[in-house]
């Protein structure tokens, strides 16, 4: 599925493309399914801030099967998931086919099904990625506004699951605060009846948040530095509710807080190699675990898009291919 250009829905078109060549250390995968992201979305409405050229295949992150180039450590047959460039600076995994550069695979657990791996790399390499930088360790108090999307959602798990103090998050609907109850995420702040500073002191105690990984942006933003404790520091790295926002720098000023940006693509492979480290063993433990709310088959995805971005569902959307 292809972006003719990029001008919204109407420009992902079906295409039939030759099969990659493996050159230059790349590794062939046959992509079983590929992770739906808002970035897709972004791209495709020509909203992206970097100049990319059409068509491309879009598709940021997905899981397959090694045919070709793996060697002892990808071996043909092995399942993997993978993020990088894919689906904005090269083709991505709305394909049969891609051809991946070999430091951005990871095997997948054994208990890990390949539709819930698609969904994996971007949403957990981000959150640990990011929680690493803010300084993460146990006891610490973390705050990742909107659950059930995928920031929200893995950025809460593992630091519940690191041993956080408190892994808070929030939500504007008030059944989706519920469904994250049902779901074990016992500490959600429903905006829908009190404001998020205020939820956030009473979970805490009066204590504020240590970390905030914020990928709403827009008033989320503003209102979520207003809730930092002293020291604490704030990550902005996602912009669906809206790029702009506006400041009150005392939030930053009395309690000495910190904001800071974070781009995915400009991660060393040593931060990526990290964060997949501990993804991995929690995962096979069973300490996280992804959530996926719909899966399309790949000609729908256009469907699967507006989905994720009108629908606002509770987990991942997956194209299975």
């Known amino acids: 599925m292809r972006a003719e250009t990029f001008n919204g829905y109407k420009e992902l ?14 590794v062939l995968v046959r992509i079983t399914a590929a ?8 791209i495709l409405s020509g909203k992206f801030p970097h100049h990319l050229k059409a068509p491309l295949v879009l598709g940021n992150e997905g899981a397959g099967v090694v045919e070709e180039g793996g060697g002892t450590v990808f071996p043909v047959g092995s399942r993997v998931m993978f993020f ?34 698609a969904g994996i790399p971007v949403a957990y390499l981000t959150a640990q990625v990011a929680l690493t930088l ?24 593992l630091a519940r699951a690191l041993g956080a103090e408190h892994a808070m998050s929030s939500t504007t609907n008030h059944a989706k605060a519920e469904q994250a109850k049902a779901l074990g995420f016992n500490e959600v702040v429903d905006t829908s009846l009190e404001k998020l500073g205020d939820g956030v002191r009473r979970i805490t105690g009066g204590y504020g948040a240590d970390i905030v990984i914020d990928g ?12 930092l404790a002293l020291g604490g520091n704030l990550t902005t790295l ?7 926002t506006t400041i009150d720098v005392t939030n930053l000023i009395v309690p000495q807080a910190s904001i800071r940006g974070l781009n995915m693509f400009a991660q060393p492979k040593a931060s990526i190699g990290a964060a997949w480290k501990v993804i991995v063993s929690l995962l096979k433990s069973g300490a996280i675990k992804p959530i996926v709310a719909k899966t399309f088959p790949l000609v729908e995805a256009v469907d699967a898009l507006r989905y994720l971005i009108e629908g606002r569902p509770f987990g991942r959307v997956v194209l299975k291919i």
């Open 13 to 26: 078109k079906l295409v039939e493309l030759p099969k990659p060549a493996v050159t230059d250390g790349k």
């Open 35 to 42: 992770g739906v992201t808002p970035l897709d979305h972004t």
């Open 84 to 117: 990088g460039t894919y689906g904005a600076f090269e083709d991505g995994t709305y394909s049969e086919w891609v051809a991946v550069q070999k430091k951005d695979l990871c095997l997948i657990p054994e208990n890990v099904d390949d539709v819930s791996a």
């Open 134 to 157: 803010a300084g993460f360790r146990a006891g610490k108090t973390v705050l990742a506004p909107a659950i059930g999307g995928s920031i929200g959602n893995a950025v809460t798990q």
């Open 216 to 227: 709403i942006g827009g008033e989320v933003l503003s209102e979520a530095l207003g809730v």
């Open 238 to 244: 996602g912009y669906s509710a809206s790029r702009e």
